[in-house]
């Protein structure tokens, strides 16, 4: 199985702060990667696929990049609606695995 | 509107056997791949594997091969999760996710879109 790694596994920042999430594949996933969010209570929601691609409805404010084995979500200005836990997932090989997800928390 | 709707809440004892359901409605059923995700209480996402209801083709990930079992009824546009003896480790939300395949030049990008609420299963004596 592609093992994916994130950092950091917690985050505290502010209202308006940028936040960078990285994750890390453990072969060359090309640019298969998806991002989802997660609430308390809730199913996880799609924000970006194929490393850089928004989902229908996802805010701007939420990018990706990378490609091979190293990328990134960024938050150009955290919202109060963003405190919320991030995984990332691979796509290129089945199992399709996940990240051990990243929890931002509010400073 | 294009969802899925997962069975409810499963409060059972060790050594039974449990299957919870997803209802899919909104979208073509049995041209589209449905896959099984656990979430462990306060763990990360675990893709368990995925099945084809056009042809009940399934794939399941070495860790959940043997464990669980993977069914659908297309004629319902609904696919299946299944123990035939539960442990407790078993006790987790599982969710049910649509798998949405994106053509580019060839090259196939899959994604999770649209997603059950989830189930929770209870597994304790």
């Known amino acids: 199985d592609i093992q994916m790694t994130q950092s950091p596994s917690s985050l505290s920042a502010s209202v308006g702060d940028r936040v960078t999430i990285t994750c890390r594949a453990s072969q060359n996933i090309n640019n298969y990667l998806n991002w989802y969010q997660q609430k308390p209570g809730q199913a996880p929601n799609l924000l970006i696929y194929?490393?850089?691609s928004w989902q229908s409805g996802v805010p701007s404010r939420f990018s990706g990049s990378g490609s091979g084995t190293d990328f990134t979500l960024t938050i150009s200005s955290l919202q109060p609606e963003d405190f919320a836990t991030y995984f990332c997932q691979q796509s290129h090989t089945a199992p399709y695995t996940f990240g051990q997800g990243t929890k931002l928390e509010i400073k | 509107e294009v969802q899925l709707v997962q069975s409810g809440a499963e409060v059972k004892k060790p050594g039974e056997s449990l299957k919870i359901s997803c209802k899919g409605s909104?979208?073509?059923?049995?041209?589209?791949?449905i896959a099984w995700v656990r979430q462990m209480p306060g763990k990360g996402l675990e893709w368990m594997g995925i099945?084809?209801?056009?042809?009940?083709?399934?794939r399941y990930s070495p860790a959940f091969q043997g464990q669980v079992t993977i069914s659908a009824d297309k004629s319902i546009s609904t696919v299946y999760l299944q123990w035939s003896s539960l442990k407790a480790s078993d006790t987790a939300m599982y969710y049910c996710?649509?798998?949405?395949?994106?053509?580019?030049?060839?090259?196939?990008?899959?994604?999770?879109?649209?997603w059950g609420k989830g189930t929770t299963v209870t597994v304790s004596s």
């Open positions: 194929a490393a850089s």
């Open positions: 909104g979208f073509s059923f049995t041209t589209s791949w």
């Open positions: 996710a649509r798998r949405h395949n994106w053509n580019v030049g060839g090259f196939y990008y899959y994604y999770m879109d649209v």
């Open positions: 099945i084809y209801p056009g042809d009940s083709e399934t």
